[in-house]
Every structure is written in structure tokens, then in C-alpha cells.
T-cell receptor, first 112, second 114 residues
Framework: DTAVSQTPKYLVTQMGNDKSIKCEQN?????MYWYKQDSKKFLKIMFS???????INETVPNRFSPKSPDKAHLNLHINSLELGDSAVYFC???????????FGPGTRLLVL | RKEVEQDPGPFNVPEGATVAFNCTYS??????FFWYRQDCRKEPKLLMS???SGNEDGRFTAQLNRASQYISLLIRDSKLSDSATYLC???????????????FGKGTHLIIQP
């Protein structure tokens, strides 16, 4: 069983559309994260959730909204997609904030 | 000073050689340190944690120098399969309350040549 899974793996869409990426972890971890890795390969944290509470929210446009229906899931919803949103988005989880993180396989988003 | 700085490389190293990377961090309150490995078009995966006394895992040795705020990774007898990007990772430390997270360096690209 995959520890951290994301769907879809690839997402190609038009500018202005709204899309969601789903993430699930079966590790029983308390904290989940979303990262964006751009074309320069820099991995930048976007959000983290601890027991359904947002605890880090970096300077991310409010078009991005994390949604956590339960401790095992942290979905990322993106409104009004822009060209600059094209990147690989990684979900991750850790037992507690600041501890070792386990990453999902990534979602490759391409906005046309 | 950037939070976590690494030499991006690439480091081109012949198979069997020993290679070392360094990483510096700016937050003196950081408590946890890691090396992650990322293969092309794959997710980052934990290679090893870094402990204050230094630690070894097979061909890999990690060391921490808190006074100078740097972390090192040494790879001995390098294999072709070691080719990857190595990410230095530091926790943010802070005042507690669950606001901590990890900061990733931009990575050092290693190429092992036959």
C-alpha cells in the first residue's frame, strides 16, 4: 500500500479553470503539507495542516485553498488557474510538525 | 543569508570515488536536520537524519556543526545509482505551538560517471 498517495498524477488544463488535487496518507500522521516545485526544482512549502488546523500558510495566492475533510486527507483546490501555476505539487505528511516528512509521488500540473 | 544554502553543482564524480557536500543554515533555533534524495521526476525521499554526534549509514556519513551552522554529507565508494539531487533539510525551530516545519535547500545535483 502506498503511504502517501496523490491524484491525479498528471493534470493538463486551461487558464482560468478551477481544479483540485487530492492527497491521502495511511501512516496515521498528524501533519500534512503541500509543496510546489517549480521548473528550477526549488521545493517551496505552501501549506501545512495539523489535526485539521492550518498552521503554516506561506505567501501563497488566495486562489489556492487547502481542504482537509479528516486527518488522513489534505486536498488542494486551485481557482482561476494561471500559467505560472504550472509546476509539480507534492503532498507530504509527518508524525508531528518538524519531523521527517514522507512525500507523495507528485502531481504534474500544466496550465495552457 | 538564505535559510538553507547548498552548492547546486552539478558534481561530476567517477564511480568509486568519495564525494562530500556541505549545507549551511541560518536559523540557530533549528533542532532537526535531514538529508533527502530526489531522483529525476520523483518525489524527495529521506536519506538520513543528521544527529549532533554525527552518524553513518553504510556508505553515507552525515555530520552537524552547530557552531558554524553547517551540515555535511559524505558518500564513500560512490555507485552509479547514487546519481540524484541531494536536498539539505532543516526544521524551522521556533517558539513551539506546532508552528514548526521543514525548510528545504535547493539541492546539490550529483552525477556519478562510469
Amino acid at each position: 500500500d502506498t503511504a502517501v498517495s496523490q491524484t491525479p498524477k498528471y493534470l493538463v488544463t486551461q487558464m482560468g479553470n478551477d481544479k483540485s488535487i487530492k492527497c491521502e496518507q495511511n501512516l496515521g500522521h498528524d501533519t500534512m503539507y503541500w509543496y510546489k516545485q517549480d521548473s528550477k526544482k526549488f521545493l517551496k512549502i505552501m501549506f501545512s495542516y495539523n489535526n485539521k488546523e492550518l498552521i503554516i500558510n506561506e505567501t501563497v495566492p488566495n486562489r489556492f485553498s487547502p481542504k482537509s475533510p479528516d486527518k488522513a486527507h489534505l486536498n488542494l483546490h486551485i481557482n482561476s488557474l494561471e500559467l505560472g501555476d504550472s509546476a509539480v505539487y507534492f503532498c507530504a505528511s509527518s508524525p508531528l510538525a518538524g519531523e521527517t516528512q514522507y512525500f507523495g509521488p507528485g502531481t504534474r500540473l500544466l496550465v495552457l | 543569508r538564505k535559510e538553507v544554502e547548498q552548492d547546486p553543482g552539478p558534481f561530476n564524480v567517477p564511480e568509486g570515488a568519495t564525494v562530500a557536500f556541505n549545507c549551511t543554515y541560518s536559523n540557530s533555533a533549528s533542532q532537526s536536520f535531514f538529508w533527502y534524495r530526489q531522483d529525476c521526476r520523483k518525489e524527495p525521499k529521506l536519506l538520513m537524519s543528521v544527529y549532533s554526534s554525527g552518524n553513518e549509514d553504510g556508505r553515507f556519513t552525515a555530520q552537524l556543526n552547530r557552531a558554524s551552522q553547517y551540515i555535511s554529507l559524505l558518500i564513500r565508494d560512490s555507485k552509479l545509482s547514487d546519481s540524484a539531487t541531494y536536498l539539505c533539510v532543516v526544521n524551522r525551530g521556533g517558539s513551539g505551538g506546532g508552528a514548526d516545519g521543514l525548510t528545504f535547500g535547493k539541492g546539490t545535483h550529483l552525477i556519478i560517471q562510469p
